[in-house]
T-cell receptor, first 119, second 111 residues
Framework: NAGVMQNPRHLVRRRGQEARLRCSPM?????VYWYRQLPEEGLKFMVY????????ESGMPKERFSAEFPKEGPSILRIQQVVRGDSAAYFC?????????????????FGPGTRLTVL | RKEVEQDPGPFNVPEGATVAFNCTYS??????FFWYRQDCRKEPKLLMS???SGNEDGRFTAQLNRASQYISLLIRDSKLSDSATYLC????????????FGRGTQLTVWP
């Protein structure tokens, strides 16, 4: 059973460019979460999605950031007009959601992350 | 006040030692509790969920004290491979949704 897949693993962008990060959840998982980890800091929640729905985007910056999880294909985190402060590791996680048993349905499994560097 | 607070360490222990990590959480409505480990420049990996009655998985034992809003992780017979950062993680309220991560406690096990 393949784990959570993320690509690219490393992404370099110049200031002002766009960054697109992709995440495919584990097989059988319908819930996707994006987290950001700045250097020497803890993980911070950004957004929680199910297929075609944004459930909680309270951790997303109001501007330049957007996320989607279409009916077909991976979840995408999009950062427009990147700035140096966007340099971080972006992790995607998935969970079985309601399909899992009561105690384990909120266990989240993480992908290897995308390390974004903005020059 | 932060959602989750942990002693950042570092903890430096010899192989075979027993080491304990503690964590407190601020929201009494939290429902799910976890310990993750994160190796340098890698993704967090779920170590164990923490159940109300406490639970054990091999050399690892987790305890939850809801009254004190306190979670612990005990590692017995430490191995070199246990060297990592241990993250205390909680959710808030509903059984699904965002997780709140502590900053992590760094452990180094030396030979």
């Amino acid at each position: 059973n393949a784990g959570v897949m993320q690509n690219p693993r490393h992404l370099v962008r110049r200031r002002g460019q766009e960054a697109r990060l992709r995440c495919s959840p584990m097989k059988g998982h319908s819930h996707v979460y994006w987290y950001r980890q700045l250097p020497e800091e803890g993980l911070k929640f950004m957004v929680y999605l199910q297929k075609e729905n944004i459930i909680d985007e309270s951790g997303m910056p109001k501007e330049r950031f957007s996320a989607e999880f279409p009916k077909e294909g991976p979840s995408i985190l999009r950062i427009q007009q990147v700035v140096r402060g966007d340099s971080a590791a972006y992790f995607c996680a998935s969970s079985p959601g309601l399909a899992g048993d009561t105690l384990r349905r909120n266990e989240q499994f993480f992908g290897p992350g995308t390390r974004l560097t903005v020059l | 006040r932060k959602e989750v607070e942990q002693d950042p360490g570092p903890f430096n222990v010899p192989e075979g030692a027993t080491v304990a990590f503690n964590c407190t959480y601020s929201n009494s409505a939290s429902q799910s509790f976890f310990w993750y480990r994160q190796d340098c420049r890698k993704e967090p990996k779920l170590l164990m969920s923490v159940y109300s009655s406490g639970n054990e998985d091999g050399r690892f034992t987790a305890q939850l004290n809801r009254a004190s809003q306190y979670i612990s992780l005990l590692i017995r017979d430490s191995k070199l491979s246990d060297s990592a950062t241990y993250l205390c993680v909680v959710n808030r309220g509903s059984t699904l949704g965002r997780l709140y991560f502590g900053r992590g406690t760094q452990l180094t096990v030396w030979p």
